[in-house]
């Protein structure tokens, strides 16, 4: 530990080893003041900086912040499919953090939309890991280019809120390795966040904060993790236990360090663990000393906010647009239905609550750029019944406009961290509105607000247009304007699917469980996975988003650049008068294997920003986890030689076009033993030579010659080779020894 350069863990006594191994309060490290290691703050995250203004008082005070910039949550955000863009948010936020004198931001939060209904989809990324990762990471490099650390969060496999401080997750291990982790390890080995925030829940029966496997097993020795874990707030209920399972710091502090000290002096904790994690402690320190030694910096409130409309912008898809409706003319006589248009949902409830620097409405951005419409409610943003006398005005104001904009979406009751949702559907009372409204003009687009997916099919037959605008953040005003009235083309793509119907979904069997667990039953068949591989309808697939352009793919080839890797190429052209950007999605669809696989797995995507009549050519490079599956039976990635299309198109549904890889596989193979079946042992390189020689032997009589009926072939290819006496008594047996013979002395 000499590398270090200021207090290494061996000049601490063991008191202050322990001090650090918890909070100084709900938002601040405890530091060591008398060996010059100072407690620096650390608060939440994710879409911006939340600095409770009640500090140090360890009360949770969700609404009391300093003004930040209200970016885009994730929900937005992760539609952007731009990493580049979301790495300027971080950016930003890294610059707030150093205004503020916050060592940590808290955020971004990486786990897997497993179902729409989840109450924190709206701060997560997407329904698929490698879209999650590959977004999510901007956050981390960015704000970390600043000097000022992030915590990726939760580690791992907090899908749902129902029970979430206690619930067990029952997730097999390939759907762990699968789905579950790996934006956690591309984030961790590409951008080496400087902490980790544990889950709350446990995961196979152990607390996050507990779990070893999770903590230091997979998270430091497989990936190579170099930060400190901390626990969510609250979720550390064994100090000891966590600190042996690899986690640095408990959150906020429960004042039992002495419980580190006693365990430690009696054996219970090895005294090297805790250097580890106390020298966790330290290190964090330091990376973040420079940054918070700067004084009086301001950051840019203006340019900030400018970040957070362009993120805005990019963050909207547009789901629908018949005959054209949008983008709207600014002289067109436009009648502004929906309380959102003027108290717009830009954020979602709970830990992230930001206080916005700026906040601009759509109906104040209208004002500011001088665009005439007519304005109505129409409804209240609460879960109260419909009132009539909003009704009408609004069907009055929409009834001789030339098109009726109505702002509709989740109010913040109805979608939350803390709670999951029971319904994907709307409040009625704005879906009877549209329905009033459309019934006296057809000329309707519908803006949606919301954090997470809510049902379509049900009234997109009253609106031309549907805008999915997620939630905005604080410029949500002024990018709706621009991509209303055609200043900016939509070019956002969902993240997550939307199911025409909740109970398509393929979690709903098993959520949000039952009894204190949760069994992950559908495995990897997550989301798109399962919709595309079964083959059920969805309303809008995976990937999904229109422009106002036109977009063409052409001239897709795939290459083998070594044994089980590729490089893609396509062309993308605008073939519209309207600049835009599409953004190309690279598929992996493996072709027989032998285990279930999905029929296709997002692997690459690039946003590409075309001019009107513009095209580019794009690469992609497929490294070989692109056509790897978790294998139980290895413990491992397994690649399976043979051949896999590439599929490269503009949402999971939309392929443009597929070309064919023929990979050699990575050449794994177990050691053949009596329990392998036969088919097994055909399969295998050298079992094939011993099969051979069965056959062989079986033709020149030295050995009872097996069955050749096609019934009695089938069983034998299924069966474990000390079963083959079932169908050839003694002769089986004579066969499986013989198996086992020349095996050994093949493999000798
Ligand atoms: C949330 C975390 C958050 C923490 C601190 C917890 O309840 O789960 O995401 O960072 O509180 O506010």
Excluded at 97 to 102: A, G, H, L, P
Excluded at 377 to 403: Q, Y
Excluded at 559 to 586: F, H, I, L, P, R
């Amino acid at each position: 530990m000499s590398e270090h350069t200021y207090p290494s863990v061996k000049d601490l006594t063991l008191e202050e080893k322990a001090s650090l191994t918890s909070g100084g309060d709900a938002w601040h490290l405890q530091g060591v003041e008398a060996k010059g290691i100072p407690g620096y703050m650390i608060t939440d995250g994710p879409h911006g900086l939340r600095k409770s203004l009640a500090t140090s008082t360890g009360e949770t005070d969700l609404d009391d912040s300093v003004p930040a910039t209200c970016f885009p949550p994730a929900a937005g955000l992760s539609s952007s499919w731009n990493p580049s863009l979301v790495r300027k948010v971080g950016e930003a936020m890294g610059e707030e953090c150093i205004q503020e004198k916050v060592a940590v931001i808290l955020g971004p939060g990486v786990n897997i939309k497993r179902n729409p209904l989840g109450g924190r989809c709206f701060e997560y990324w997407s329904e698929d890991p490698y879209l999650a990762g590959h977004e999510a990471v901007g956050i981390v490099e960015g704000v970390q280019s600043k000097g000022v650390g992030t915590s990726l969060k939760h580690f791992a496999v907090n899908n749902q809120e129902t029970d979430r401080l206690r619930v067990d997750a029952r997730v097999s291990q390939r759907a762990l390795r699968e789905i579950y982790l790996p934006a956690f390890e591309h984030i961790v080995k590409t951008a080496q966040p400087w902490t980790i925030m544990c889950s709350y829940n446990r995961v196979n029966g152990v607390h996050s904060a507990q779990n070893r496997w999770l903590l230091t097993d997979v998270l430091r020795d497989e990936w190579g993790f170099k930060g400190i874990v901390m626990s969510d707030w609250g979720a550390d209920h064994d100090r000891v236990a966590s600190v042996n399972a690899g986690l640095n710091l408990e959150m906020p502090p429960s004042g039992t360090d002495d419980e580190i000290v006693y365990a430690a002096r009696d054996g219970r904790i090895d005294p090297a663990q805790l250097d580890r994690m106390a020298q966790g402690m330290i290190d964090l320190t330091d990376k973040a000393r420079a940054a918070m030694s700067i004084d009086g910096y301001r950051f840019d409130v203006d340019a900030h906010d400018e970040v957070a409309h362009q993120a805005a912008v990019e963050s909207m898809v547009l789901l629908k647009n018949e005959d054209a409706i949008l983008p709207l003319k600014k002289d067109a006589k436009i009648a502004v239905i929906g309380e959102f248009a003027r108290t717009p949902r830009y954020q979602g409830g709970g830990s992230s609550h930001i206080t916005p620097t700026k906040m601009t409405s759509f109906l104040d951005t209208l004002a500011e750029r001088g665009i005439k419409a007519d304005f109505a409610p129409g409804f209240t943003l609460d879960l109260d019944p419909a009132d009539s006398a909003l009704e009408l005005e609004a069907v009055e104001t929409a009834r001789d406009a030339d098109v009726a904009l109505l702002f509709l979406g989740l109010p913040e009751a109805a979608e939350s961290e803390g709670f999951d949702r029971e319904t994907l559907d709307m409040p009625a009372k704005q879906i009877e509105l549209l329905a009033k409204v459309a019934a006296v003009n057809p000329n309707v687009a519908v803006v949606l607000s919301n954090g997470s997916v809510v049902s379509v099919a049900p009234w997109a037959g009253n609106a031309k247009g549907i805008l999915e605008s997620w939630l905005l953040g604080q410029a949500g005003g002024p990018a709706l304007a621009d991509v209303i009235f055609g200043e900016a083309s939509p070019s956002g793509k969902l993240a997550q699917s939307i199911p025409l119907d909740i109970n398509d979904d393929p979690s709903m069997l098993n959520w949000p469980g039952e009894e204190g667990h949760v069994d992950y039953g559908e495995g990897v068949f997550v989301g798109y996975r399962y919709y595309d591989t079964y083959d059920v309808a969805v309303d809008y697939p995976f990937g999904y988003g229109l422009s106002y352009a036109s977009f063409e793919i052409s001239d897709v080839h795939a290459e083998k650049t070594g044994a089980n890797t590729a490089s893609v190429t396509a062309t993308v052209a605008n073939v519209s008068d309207v600049d835009g950007a599409e953004t190309v999605q690279v598929y992996v669809a493996p072709g027989k294997a032998e285990v279930a696989r999905p029929s296709h797995e997002l692997k690459g995507f690039a946003k590409v920003f075309l001019k009107a009549g513009e095209s580019k050519t794009v690469t992609f490079d497929l490294d070989g986890r692109a056509f790897a599956y978790w294998s139980e039976k290895y413990g491992d990635w397994h690649i399976e030689a043979g051949a896999y299309g590439i599929e490269v198109g503009t949402s999971s549904r939309d392929i443009a076009a597929t070309a064919t890889v023929e990979l050699e596989g990575d050449g794994k193979s177990l050691p053949l033993d009596e329990w392998s079946t036969y088919g097994e042992w055909e399969a295998d390189p050298v079992g094939a030579r011993v099969v051979a020689a069965v056959e062989a032997a079986g033709e020149s009589g030295t050995l009872p010659k097996l069955p050749d009926n096609t019934m009695m072939r089938i069983f034998l290819k299924s069966m474990p080779i000390n079963s083959m006496p079932m169908l050839m008594s003694d002769g089986g047996r004579r066969i499986t020894a013989f198996m086992l013979d020349e095996y050994a002395k093949l493999t000798k």
